[in-house]
Nanobody, 123 residues
Framework: QVQLLESGGGLVQAGGSLRLSCAASGRTGSTYAMGWFRQAPGKEREFVATISRAGGITSYADSVKGRFTISRDNTNNTMFLQMDSLKPEDTAIYYC????????????????WGQGTQVTVSS
C-alpha cells in the first residue's frame, strides 16, 4: 500500500515561509487526489488544501487561501505545500493524505496518511 512521508516542517517567525513535501511510495502507477490537513493541540484535524490527480484542480481552506499553494509532481510522486505569510495560528502538525478519488476537504475520503510534520510559527 501507499506510504507517505512528510518533511519540511520547522520553526519559523510570523511572516516567514516553509515548503512542506510529501513523498509517496508503494504506488502501482495510478494516482489519486491528495490533500494536506493539520491538527493543533486540542483541536480536530482540519482541512488545509487538496489537489486533483493531475494537479489541475486545487481547493483551499478559507484560512489559508492566498497564502498557501498546493502542488504535485507525479513523476517523482511528491506533493508540496508552499506556505507563505505564516501566522501563529498556522502552528500545527501537518499531515499528508492520499488515496481520494476526487479532491475533498473531508478526511474520511482519504485512504492513506503520513505521520505528520510539525510546523511552529512564533509571534
Amino acid at each position: 500500500q501507499v506510504q507517505l512521508l512528510e518533511s519540511g516542517g520547522g520553526l519559523v517567525q510570523a511572516g516567514g515561509s516553509l515548503r512542506l513535501s510529501c513523498a509517496a511510495s508503494g504506488r502501482t502507477g495510478s494516482t489519486y487526489a491528495m490533500g494536506w490537513f493539520r491538527q493543533a493541540p486540542g483541536k480536530e484535524r482540519e482541512f488545509v488544501a487538496t489537489i486533483s490527480r493531475a494537479g489541475g484542480i486545487t481547493s483551499y481552506a478559507d484560512s489559508v487561501k492566498g497564502r498557501f499553494t498546493i502542488s504535485r509532481d507525479n513523476t517523482n510522486n511528491t506533493m508540496f505545500l508552499q506556505m507563505d505569510s505564516l501566522k501563529p495560528e498556522d502552528t500545527a502538525i501537518y499531515y499528508c493524505a492520499d488515496g481520494a478519488r476526487r479532491t475533498s476537504m473531508t478526511r474520511y475520503d482519504y485512504a492513506f496518511w503520513g505521520q505528520g510534520t510539525q510546523v511552529t510559527v512564533s509571534s
